[in-house]
């Protein structure tokens, strides 16, 4: 069971990205899909999640209105297409996929069980 995070590189403040989370060894089609993000020296924080159904979205307050979570169970369980990118954003980017009937706060990390090798973004000012 893998998930596979990629789409990430450097761009210029202002500049967008597209993240993209593949696959393999099971179906998260019933799984919540996250993103989180690790810059140096600090901790693994909560960016972004999707329901299962895609029905319910939830952000960072620090990514609100430039951030967009997405999923198409069909191909990938999870994309976060980020724009208006800051130097702050300089993390890399990590999906994780919540099993069903976990927990109560879809912002904690400790309610994923699995993760993605993460993606580097770097953005530059």
């Known amino acids: 069971v893998q998930l596979q995070a990629s789409g990430g590189g450097l761009v210029q403040a202002g500049g967008s990205l597209r993240l993209s989370c593949a696959a393999s060894?099971?179906?998260?089609?019933?799984?919540?899909m996250g993103w989180f993000r690790q810059a140096p020296g600090k901790e693994r924080e909560f960016v972004a999640v999707?329901?299962?159904?895609?029905?319910?979205?939830d952000y960072a307050n620090s990514v609100k209105g430039r951030f967009t979570i997405s999923r198409d169970n069909a191909r990938n369980p999870a994309y976060l297409q980020m724009n208006s990118l800051k130097p702050e954003d300089t993390a890399v980017y990590y999906c994780a996929g919540r099993p069903p009937g976990t927990g109560w706060d879809i912002r904690s990390m400790h309610e994923y069980a699995y993760w993605g090798q993460g993606t580097q973004v770097t953005v530059s000012s």
């Open positions: 999707i329901s299962w159904s895609g029905g319910s979205t």
């Open positions: 060894g099971r179906t998260f089609s019933n799984y919540d």
